[in-house]
């Protein structure tokens, strides 16, 4: 089955105590991207990789890395959380050729103390 | 530069009435515009998609939308709501002329409640 797994769904943590959220998808998907939604806001993009090692900001980047080392896989850190970073957090996948088509994981809950 | 409204964050229907979620976008060019679903705990799931073929697009379960120029406004219909439709509904716009980032640009969301 197609999917794009994200891991952990759900995250209680507290300030300045790093963590990773992983990304994976089983598409072949070049393009993998991620999200936080917040309440009013819709959608906002984190980070993109058009493909392996390659990664550029989005609109929100301040506070979070991302890497791309493998095709499948696009984890997203945050070195020192902060509360302004509790938020929804989605990952996507698309092919290159046609990224309005994202796939997007179950989503990641994360609350900052 | 891009952008999408959706005009209500809320919508109740009463199940077997129509539905209409309504979305206005403002871009300076052609976009590719489309629905997104969210299922209660659940990633976001494409409904319809306009990219400038047909300006009456049928998407999934249903749904429809109405791609209007003039207006700039892309609402979602369905005519008879039925209970597994409440989600939140995105409207998305996308540059096609991107062909790098090719960012999504999400509206707020509506919260459509179908009522029994």
């Known amino acids: 089955e197609a999917q794009v797994t994200q891991n952990p769904r759900y995250l209680i943590t507290v300030t300045g105590k790093k963590l990773t959220v992983t990304c994976s998808q089983n598409m072949n998907h070049e393009y993998m991207s991620w999200y936080r939604q917040d309440p009013g806001l819709g959608l906002r993009q984190i980070y993109y990789?058009?493909?392996?090692?390659?990664?550029d900001k989005g609109d929100v980047p301040e506070g979070y890395k991302v890497s791309r080392k493998e095709k499948r896989n696009f984890p997203l850190i945050l070195e020192s959380p902060s509360p302004n970073q509790t938020s929804l957090y989605f990952c996507?996948?698309?092919?290159?050729?046609?990224?309005?088509?994202?796939?997007f994981g179950a989503g990641t809950r994360l609350s900052v103390l | 530069a891009q952008s999408v409204t959706q005009l209500d964050s809320h919508v109740s229907v009463s199940e077997g009435t129509p539905v209409l979620l309504r979305c206005n976008y403002s871009s300076s060019y052609s976009p590719s515009l489309f629905w997104y679903v969210q299922h209660p705990n659940k990633g976001l799931q494409l409904l319809l998609k306009?990219?400038?073929?047909?300006?009456l697009v049928k998407g999934i379960n249903g749904f429809e939308a109405e791609f209007k120029k003039s207006e700039t406004s892309f609402h979602l219909t369905k005519p008879s709501a039925h209970m597994s439709d409440a989600a939140e509904y995105f409207c998305v716009v996308s540059d096609p002329r991107d062909t790098g980032r090719r960012a999504l640009t999400f509206g707020s969301g509506t919260r459509l409640q179908v009522q029994p």
């Open positions: 306009y990219t400038s073929a047909a300006t």
């Open positions: 990789s058009m493909n392996v090692e390659v990664t």
């Open positions: 996507a996948s698309s092919q290159t050729r046609n990224r309005d088509i994202q796939y």
